[in-house]
């Protein structure tokens, strides 16, 4: 079911597995369920960020320049910075806008990876998380682990997210924020 135009997969309980790359490069998928038990394997949702070359990155075709000055107590300027602002929805292939995972599911790396339009994560009780499972999901604005949850490390590294809920769960570094001069 790789690289096809499904808008929607439902996969039911009984212990579905899910192979390496199944659903892979689905660029017009919207919404996924998985029932209980289930595996879902190595990238099994994976969907590709567009490369963007120097020459596009040049003409700022995905960034918005700023300029913040600083002023003295007469209004002059003493310094001034120049920063950018990535659009993170630029190049994006995905549409995958939600995602809900049954109980006792195995989620193995990379398996949402590139999914930057997901906004909506339901984990349920007792699943596993993979290492990098949902890297770069930088719209992630709702996510809800209702059970014991062991998570990979950089499971979610590349959202924007600021809070998670956690319950009585193994907790190890899913989450990283880069930072610019140390702030």
Do not use: H
């Amino acid at each position: 079911f790789a690289n096809t135009e499904n808008t929607q997969v439902t996969l039911g309980d009984n212990a579905v597995k899910v192979g390496d790359y199944a659903f892979a490069l689905n660029v017009k998928l919207e919404s996924v369920t998985v029932g209980n038990g289930a595996t879902i394997g190595k990238a099994a949702f994976y969907c590709p960020i567009q490369f963007l070359n120097y020459e596009e990155t040049e003409n700022f075709k995905y960034y918005t320049a700023y300029t913040y000055e600083v002023k003295n107590e007469y209004g002059e300027v003493v310094k001034t910075y120049s920063y950018y602002s990535y659009d993170f929805n630029a190049g994006v292939y995905s549409q995958l806008k939600s995602v809900k995972i049954g109980d006792n599911v195995v989620i193995d790396q990379y398996a949402f990876a590139g999914n930057a339009k997901l906004e909506t994560l339901v984990l349920g009780a007792g699943t596993e998380v993979g290492e990098y499972a949902f890297f770069n999901a930088a719209m992630l604005s709702d996510l809800e682990l209702s059970g014991e949850t062991s998570i990979g490390q950089y499971a979610f590294s590349g959202s924007t997210m600021q809070e998670y809920c956690l319950e009585n769960n193994v907790w190890q570094y899913a989450f990283t924020r880069e930072y610019v001069d140390g702030e």
